[in-house]
């Protein structure tokens, strides 16, 4: 690779080596008939130089912050700035919320990253009929801007950055964020954070859409125009693989269906008149760090390397900061076990650690209850202090892609790349990513890999320690779990009753009309008029339910 | 009369339920009982919508569903979906598409697996259209498998059937040499907002001209089911239809052959049946062995043991327990 | 005769979207031989008794990770009641700490199957169940 190997030189010391590992399995057979990552890619014994025959480290590697990205997308990486560590959290109300956060912040974390209870995702206040029961449960129950001022009450808008995992009523949360932002003096240019925002993936494997395709691509790109003009260091987009990935897929479909989501966003964005070379500056993605520790870190570098290549040749794009891949990594939380519950802390470390050599720009780490309930006080902080222990004691913060050139990271890395690009071939000869969501492409081969591995479980193929082996009798009862209290619905239906009599409810009233109409014309930006409805207190049950009026409702496609 | 088939016909939906299933498991109280509503069958207008995968029938069905609703008809729905080859589980899902309607009182959905059956419906689906029928259902929509070229079976239980297709599919052309173009009642082109929709339109004009409807010129709709678009049509294009089988000689032969089919499947059924059963006492094995080393020929032996068969004239296993 | 199939309805009460374990518990009870009515996402109890009573199933199965269940089992539960169905049986799975399914199974849920329960051992439960269930009503 860096000179020229001397191939012949080396195939004859693999003969003489074979030889011996023949020798060797008569006294002992390896442990299985062949070797595969979590994703299925053969792995060999051993690699070496020959597997890395055409790899030319100007055109596949180059240098950090320079196309085509592989090595990462800042020039000085962690030894500048060390990856945000971006904890998400969100249950109960806003008050609760607010507590945790401030909490998070004064232990070290260095991000805010906000999980909405399922009603608010779903764009329905807390007193509809849909959110009994559901009522802060995931995440933290907002109905209005009142409740989000609540939330970031004490944080300083122009400190911190913010995340929200929010994406059909994306629009109405940026929007009540940006008030609460006016209401503390911060203008709206200087807030920074990012918004989910990405709706091909729930109809893939998140489930909590609310419109159909069309005019939800509408909202999208209506927020990537609004920001690009208003807000320029909000990430406007963060393309998810992590529930993909969690839906059962493979790293290399992980890969594949976000690239190709990505694609169907930046393509809507091109028709819409807007140039990826301003947008795509703002685009961000978010993948798992999941448990196949050299196929993980090779498949980080396979995204950023591809992602770099589809936007320059593509797309056209010029600007180096749009064709970067940035993302956020969450560990992956469905390799998490309810059994021998601290093993869970091993896994993410491990895991972690995999995102942070794959050059990841922020990280959530999982807390060891992930299968029990919301994070406890106490299981959190040890997730965020996994994150400093791997930071500041091990050393692998402190040079960039340390794993570089390494014989099976880049062949991985070639290799993943080889699969996903045959998967976005694919989805490309349907028609693009659209088609193949409405075709159920993708959430076959999700559901057939994630069938495939329960299988594997089964049959003791794959091993899940705790759970299929080395099993103990365990009780859970004094685990101390996080509880979130029942009367939260009823505390925000009284908050609710509070808020209708205290604002200009004819005012409100107007507001959500310019919504519906503006709703039916394609060539209206819809964010000055929710801005206009937020910002008086119009909840945001009132301008969903307006959209929903307009737009329809998806229902999902069940292939099976 | 049952109990179970007296609460059904006063709308009880759980004996409705249960009845459907007697029949699916082909217990014999359930053919009692369908003997006992027979006579109250005759008002539905009997629906069936097929088409390929991916056409949209189930969206389509949704809405046809609330369609009818607003005209205040009671609906029954089948929906049928294929049985494992190998397990003879299935997952039925069509469902999804019309849960809206799940807890209407005035609305029966029903999944059915194919149990086996190789064409678009199960062998019990007739049955289950006639229980809903007699029931009281106004409407009663079959909505078939879409495997593409068994729809054929759709024809012997349904009054209309309608076909539906989708522009740039790719397969409307191998429907056509299917011969499944030659059943349908009523033409559904579905997701009519895609580019393409003219173009099928006017092959199945011209197909239409090309086998000649001297009878019945099967309408052409265009919808988008997801919007509700082009359904109030196609439903009062499914209503003119039942009309014309009142009012014409040809609906009077197509109902006629309906119970000619009916009666001569369930024949069919019972004989397959004994055979089954009688395989073992005819010593076949013996046959068998003689045909396998071919000493005798299959014809043969199949009409010597169908004859002793017959002669024995026993067309039911139990049936000297009555 | 032909044989008795089990029935089972699999559900997603409430807003959850997470329906990787629904779908493989499906296909898997699919692969015992059993139907399988999967409702899809977003239902209400009503839905889902009024289609497990026109489907006349053996078994709801309930899918859970959002933390409600309580709530939906409950509901679920009680309005089986309402309608004289509470023969149908009713189990369930998902995000459920070991601490709370005393009371789900108090209130009348056959069993819960925590992360980690191998597929094979829902469907041979269910078996059994629906068939103890049968020879009830045959008496």
Redesign the interface.
């Known amino acids: 690779m860096s000179k020229k190997e001397n191939i012949p030189e080396i195939l004859e010391l693999k003969q003489a080596y074979e030889a011996q590992v023949a020798k060797t399995m008569e006294k002992r057979p390896e442990r299985r008939k062949e070797f595969r990552t979590g994703g299925n890619i053969p792995l060999n014994r051993v690699y070496d130089p020959t597997d890395l025959e055409g790899l030319n480290y100007a055109r596949d590697l180059g240098y950090p912050g320079r196309y085509p990205y592989t090595r990462g997308v800042q020039p000085t990486m962690y030894r500048g700035r060390l990856w945000t560590m971006r904890q998400y959290a969100g249950f109960g109300t806003a008050e609760e919320s607010n507590e945790r956060y401030r909490y998070l912040l004064s232990q070290g974390q260095t991000g805010l990253s906000v999980a909405f209870d399922?009603?608010t995702?779903?764009g329905?206040d807390s007193d509809h009929p849909?959110?009994?029961?559901?009522c802060g449960?995931?995440g933290v129950a907002i109905d209005s801007l009142a409740d989000m001022e609540i939330l970031f009450d004490k944080i300083p808008l122009d400190k911190v950055s913010t995340s929200m995992t929010i994406n059909a009523p994306a629009s109405v949360l940026l929007a009540m964020y940006i008030c609460v932002g006016e209401k503390q003096g911060v203008s709206m240019d200087k807030l920074s954070g990012t918004i989910q925002n990405d709706i091909l993936k729930?109809y893939i494997a998140?489930?909590?859409y609310i419109f159909?395709p069309k005019p939800s691509m509408r909202l999208i790109t209506d927020i990537f125009e609004f920001c690009s003009n208003n807000v320029p260091k909000w990430n406007t987009i963060s393309i998810s693989g992590y529930h993909i990935r969690?839906?059962?897929s493979t790293a290399a479909q992980e890969v594949a269906f976000t690239l190709a989501d990505g694609i169907a966003y930046v393509e809507a964005a091109q028709k819409k008149g807007l140039d990826p070379n301003v947008f795509g500056q703002r685009l961000s993605f978010f993948f798992n760090a999941h448990n196949d520790f050299l196929e993980e870190v090779a498949k980080f570098r396979a995204a950023r390397r591809m992602w770099g290549k589809i936007m320059k040749e593509r797309f056209g794009v010029t600007d180096r900061k749009a064709q970067m891949l940035r993302f956020h990594t969450q560990t992956g939380g469905?390799t998490l076990?309810?059994?021998q519950p601290e093993n869970n802390i091993v896994r993410v470390t491990m895991q972690a650690l995999a995102a942070v050599l794959g050059g990841t720009q922020s990280l959530h780490t999982n807390s060891m209850d992930e299968?029990?309930?919301?994070p406890s006080e106490k299981s959190v902080g040890i997730a965020l202090k996994t994150q400093q222990i791997i930071a500041y004691e091990s050393g692998v913060a402190d040079t960039i892609d340390p794993l570089a050139g390494s014989y099976v990271i880049e062949s991985l890395t070639n290799k993943i790349q080889e699969r996903a690009e045959e998967y976005i071939s694919q989805i490309d000869n349907m028609g693009g990513m659209l088609i193949a969501i409405e075709?159920g492409y993708v959430q076959k081969h999700i559901?057939d890999s994630?069938?495939s591995y329960?299988k594997a479980?089964?049959s003791g193929d794959a091993i899940?320690v705790g759970?299929?082996k080395f099993q103990i009798k365990e009780?859970?009862?004094d685990?101390n779990?996080l509880k979130?209290d029942e009367s939260v619905g009823e505390r925000q239906v009284q908050k609710l009753k509070e808020l209708r009599e205290k604002r200009d409810n004819l005012k409100v009233k107007n507001t959500l009309e310019n919504i519906r109409k503006a709703a039916r014309d394609e060539s209206v930006n819809l964010m000055p008029l929710i801005l206009e409805a937020v910002r008086n207190y119009g909840t945001e049950g009132e301008i969903c339910g307006v959209l929903r009026e307009e737009f329809?409702e998806y229902?999902?496609n069940?292939i099976? | 009369m049952s109990v179970l088939a007296e609460r059904a016909l006063r709308g009880d939906v759980r004996a409705l339920a249960r009845i459907i299933s007697l029949v699916e498991n082909e217990e014999p109280e359930g053919e009692e009982i369908i003997k006992h509503l027979y006579p109250h069958t005759g008002r539905a207008l009997i629906i069936g919508i097929t088409g390929s995968p991916g056409a949209g029938k189930s969206t389509l069905v949704d809405k046809i569903i609330a369609e009818f609703r607003k005209k205040g008809r009671t609906v029954g729905v089948i929906a049928v979906d294929p049985s494992s080859p190998f397990s003879g589980g299935a997952i039925l899902a069509d469902r999804i598409r019309m849960q809206r309607h799940a807890n209407d009182p005035e609305v029966f959905i029903r999944s059915m697996g194919t149990r086996g059956s190789l064409g678009g419906v199960s062998r019990s689906t007739r049955e289950a259209v006639e229980i809903l029928d007699a029931c009281g259902k106004d409407v009663v929509i079959i909505e078939t498998v879409g495997v593409g070229q068994s729809e054929i079976d759709i024809v012997k239980l349904a009054d209309t059937v309608c076909l539906v297709l989708v522009p740039g599919m790719g397969d409307d052309i191998q429907i056509m040499k299917a011969g499944i173009m030659e059943i349908a009642d009523l033409f559904v082109v579905n997701k009519a907002d895609r580019p393409g929709v003219e173009k099928v339109v006017t092959e199945i004009k011209l197909m239409l001209d090309l086998i000649g409807t001297p009878d019945w010129r099967p309408p052409i709709y265009t919808t988008v089911a997801e919007k509700g678009d082009g359904v109030t049509e196609l439903v009062e294009g499914m209503e003119e239809h039942r009309k014309f089988l009142k009012q014409s000689s040809h609906g009077e032969k197509r109902m006629k052959d309906k119970v000619i089919q009916e009666i001569k499947d369930i024949m069919s059924r019972e004989i397959a049946k004994k055979i089954e059963h009688s395989w073992e006492n005819h010593g076949a094995d013996v046959h068998v062995k003689a045909v396998f080393e071919k000493e005798m020929d299959p014809y043969t032996v199949a009409h010597s043991i169908l004859k002793n068969i017959i002669s024995e004239n026993k067309l039911r296993e139990g049936a000297s327990e009555r | 005769m032909a044989e008795k199939k089990i029935r089972v309805v699999i559900a997603k009460p409430g807003l959850d979207g997470h329906d990787r374990g629904a779908k493989v518990v499906a296909r898997a009870l699919r692969d015992a031989g059993m139907e399988v009515i999967y409702t899809g996402l977003r239902q209400t109890p009503e839905q889902i008794v009024d289609t497990a009573i026109q489907e006349d199933a053996d078994a709801i199965g309930i899918s859970i990770l959002s933390g409600a269940h309580a709530y939906y089992f409950s509901k679920i539960i009680g309005l089986l009641k309402e309608r004289h169905a509470e023969d149908i049986i009713v189990f369930g799975g998902g995000v459920i700490p070991d601490a709370d399914i005393p009371a789900l199974l108090e209130m009348g849920a056959g069993a819960i199957f925590g992360p980690g329960t191998p597929t094979t051992v829902c469907a041979e439960w269910l078996e059994k169940a629906v068939a103890e269930k049968r020879a009830k009503e045959t008496v």
């Open positions: 399922l009603p995702q779903i329905y849909m959110a009994q029961g559901e449960k995931v729930e998140r489930g909590t159909p969690e839906a059962g469905s076990t309810a059994q299968a029990l309930a919301l075709k559901q994630a069938y329960q479980v089964e899940v759970v299929n009780d859970h009862a685990m779990l979130v329809g229902t999902e069940i099976l």
